[in-house]
């Protein structure tokens, strides 16, 4: 097993564990951090799969603002903070059955895929990733649409919050 | 010769192949060892920094600054370190014990962290990563979590403003910080630090001297310092964020936060003074080093010159600052040397710099009018004669109706 598989694996636990925590833990506020945790491990993936971009990317946005935003939102809470009641109800098992379906179910149509059991691939040597990112996301021949659209989403979105609190004379 | 630590770094190498380790393992061992050194070297540093601040701070409000121990009192920052090691480390009742304690290492190990791209010389730098830029944004951020860990753990309504005021604070200031940083990044055509360092001929504070205000702004913000230290203003809530934290815990925060500063000071040097650009660094890379920290300081300086200049903002006016202030300048600022450096494409050097230079300064002037022309509406809507109590007619006729 190469150092690769190790840091891999040890990620993977980190990660999931994280994920459970983020469901099992009794403080929001600790749920909140797990998360952030299990994010970070997700950020690391990218990481091995030489894909900085991605990286910063996922710390940025997921860690640096939705996550910090959550447990802004959670820190208002003050009360509801802390739940006492039994963590699971009454309909678990079909929770923990649908969960390894979905499982199964990917890893059966991963398994079907070609590309699951070949090595990485190496990437070409002087392509700077980030420019082939950035030429892909304007060119007409590939994501210039889904890019587009989701900025004119994100733009809706702005004014829709400003609309929202817009003080009314 | 001139570069002996990638020299050392060499012979290592060489020394521990030798004994017949694999390359593997020796890359590993020097990669752990530089960490080490790089960051022993900055908190070795950071005692310093504490010194320096203190005998500045002391100029600036006409005192002279620790002066008992040592010459020029060069000694008083290890008897502080020795009185924050032997003071007692109290843990609030009712604090979150885990949380409580990783937040002051989470202040400072992601100051630390930042340093991994920052470029010391032509062939000194710890990870040439392409993102640098990014990454530094991710790194602060992070940063800021530690404030928020803090304040929220210590059972503590004090502190808990402290760190709402963070987050109201460093969300907004981020904002024009990263439009800031795109500056550079499109005038270099790389987020990696080394090539925005090799591309600063002539440095960017001459192409982009805006940019480089709106970042050390924006970058003071997000230090939370004064004018912007509202997530500890003593005058209201004590201590903020971290009010319960004792002894060396204390510490940690307070040394992060002073090589934050030396770290934005390096970063401003790195993004727009040229970094370790000076005369002879192509022969002698090691004099890199010494240029970056000589221009950090200048910064480091820039930015004291500021906390002990001006009175602490509200936070509704700094949160108006950043958002109907610098967010727009700083929108406009990108477009416009976007279109510039399109349109200038194939010009000579001397010629691009100084149509960068003039769209700046005409930026400037035209933002003062703007504001001048706002100040002057403000100033007759305070001045306009107002009723000494005011209520609308529809309050008063529900009044009366209850009545």
Redesign the interface.
């Given at each position: 097993m190469s150092v690769y598989q190790i840091v891999f694996l040890i990620t993977a636990v980190v990660t999931l564990g994280a994920a459970v925590m983020v469901v099992s833990a009794r403080s929001l506020v600790h749920s909140a951090l797990w998360l952030i945790l299990a994010l970070f491990g997700v950020a690391v993936t990218f990481a091995l799969l030489s894909a900085p971009f991605f990286t910063v990317v996922q710390v940025v946005i997921y860690i640096g603002a939705i996550s910090i935003l959550m447990i802004f939102a959670i820190m208002l809470t003050r009360r509801v903070m802390q739940d006492t009641g039994p963590g699971v109800n009454q309909g678990w098992w079909m929770a923990l059955l649908l969960s390894f379906l979905l499982f199964g179910g990917l890893a059966w149509m991963l398994s079907t895929w070609e590309g699951f059991g070949t090595a990485l691939p190496a990437l070409p040597e002087g392509v700077d990733q980030v420019k082939a990112l950035g030429v892909a996301l304007v060119s007409p021949n590939a994501y210039v649409l889904p890019f587009e659209v989701a900025s004119v989403l994100l733009l809706a979105a702005l004014i829709g919050s400003i609309v929202v609190a817009w003080e009314k004379k | 010769m001139g570069d002996p630590i990638n020299l050392i770094g060499d012979w290592l190498r060489n020394l521990m192949t030798g004994w017949g380790l694999p390359e593997?393992l020796a890359t590993f061992i020097l990669t752990v060892m530089g960490v080490v050194v790089m960051a022993s070297f900055l908190l070795i540093l950071d005692i310093a920094l504490v010194w320096l601040e203190r005998k500045v701070v002391a100029r600036f409000q006409d005192r002279i600054g620790p002066n008992r121990l040592g010459p020029f009192g060069i000694i008083q920052p290890f008897a502080d370190i020795i009185k924050l090691l032997i003071k007692e480390d109290i843990t609030p009742q009712g604090a979150?014990r885990i949380?409580y304690n990783i937040a002051p290492l989470f202040a400072l190990a992601t100051v630390l962290m930042m340093w991994a791209v920052i470029p010391f010389a032509p062939t000194i730098l710890g990870a040439d990563?392409?993102?640098a830029v990014?990454?530094i944004?991710?790194t602060?951020?992070?940063g800021?979590?530690g404030v928020?860990?803090a304040g929220?753990a210590s059972n503590n309504k004090y502190a808990?403003l402290g760190?709402?005021r963070t987050?109201a604070q460093?969300?907004s200031y981020?904002v024009p910080m990263v439009i800031a940083l795109l500056i550079p990044v499109l005038l270099a055509r790389?987020?990696g630090l080394q090539a925005i360092v090799d591309a600063q001929q002539p440095w960017f504070i001459l192409v982009a001297p805006l940019a480089a205000a709106i970042f050390l702004v924006t970058s003071i913000a997000e230090l939370g310092r004064a004018p912007f230290d509202i997530n500890e203003a003593e005058s209201e809530i004590v201590a903020g964020f971290h009010i319960e934290y004792t002894g060396m815990k204390f510490g940690l925060f307070y040394a992060g936060e002073l090589l934050h500063a030396l770290t934005v000071s390096a970063l401003v040097s790195t993004l727009f003074l040229g970094g370790w650009r000076g005369p002879f660094v192509d022969q002698v890379p090691i004099l890199g080093v010494f240029y970056l920290f000589v221009k950090a300081f200048l910064i480091y300086y820039v930015i004291m010159w500021i906390r002990y200049s001006f009175p602490r903002l509200r936070i509704d006016q700094m949160l108006g600052f950043s958002w109907k202030f610098l967010t727009p300048l700083a929108l406009v600022l990108l477009i416009l040397t976007a279109i510039l450096d399109k349109a200038m494409e194939g010009a000579t050097p001397l010629v691009y710099t100084l149509v960068m230079l003039g769209m700046n300064i005409l930026l400037v002037w035209a933002t003062v009018q703007v504001l001048r022309t706002y100040a002057r509406v403000e100033r007759r809507r305070v001045a306009e004669r107002r009723p000494v109590a005011t209520a609308t007619e529809a309050d008063f006729k529900e009044l009366i109706g209850q009545e």
């Open positions: - | 593997n979150d949380i990563v392409n993102v990014l990454y944004v991710a602060g951020a992070v800021t979590l928020i860990m929220w808990l760190a709402f987050v460093m969300v981020e790389s987020m």
